[in-house]
């Protein structure tokens, strides 16, 4: 994470003061070079549910209903339903079918990822930023979820689109 920090940041605050970062990465460099996500815990066991190809409610019931069985507060829980359902319409009017969601959960935290075949958006920052890819008039689900959740991670691979959708117990 402080990696990350460092190379996000154009200026560095020292017991010297302040001063430019050799390291910083334009935002664009920064994001098409992340590497692999590093799995979640919770994903080490297998999913306590997963569901193909569901309409953004039947997958917020299913989030509400995995998240009983942790300590997250109902403000949260909610915050993390209504992400859910963003996710899953995106992917479902943007990715390739079949959508497929997953939800793992903890005493102290719920995971859900939100697969599709697709390709993903193709613009890094989709998500990140209070506006919508260039001229694609797409981007807001994706940023309420990063608003609302404790970590967003957007991924693509051979198989397809993932956002794992993260929050944690207060």
């Keep these: 994470m402080l990696g990350d920090v460092r190379r996000t ?3 560095l605050l020292t017991s010297e003061g302040s001063s430019p970062n050799d390291r910083y990465a334009e935002p664009h460099a920064f994001l098409s ?3 692999l996500p590093v799995p979640d815990r919770l994903q080490q066991g297998l999913p306590r549910w997963e569901l193909s190809d569901p309409a953004p409610e039947e997958a917020g019931r299913a989030v ?4 009983s069985d942790s300590s997250l507060q109902p403000g949260s829980v ?7 359902s963003e996710v899953v319409a995106n992917a479902s009017v943007h990715g390739r079918h079949p959508v497929t969601v997953r939800g793992w959960s ?3 935290a719920v995971v859900v990822a939100v697969h ?3 390709a993903g958006p193709g613009y890094d920052e989709l998500g990140l930023v209070p506006k ?3 001229g694609s008039g797409l981007g807001f689900g994706l ?3 990063h608003l609302l959740c404790d970590e967003v991670v957007q991924h693509v691979d051979d198989t397809g689109f993932t956002v794992r959708l993260r929050m944690r117990a207060r």
């Design 9 to 11: 940041h154009p200026f």
């Design 33 to 35: 070079d992340r590497s």
């Design 64 to 67: 509400a209903a995995l998240a």
């Design 78 to 84: 909610d915050s993390l339903v209504l992400a859910t």
């Design 106 to 108: 903890g005493q102290d």
């Design 116 to 118: 599709d075949h697709g």
């Design 132 to 134: 919508p890819g260039p």
């Design 143 to 145: 940023w309420i979820a």
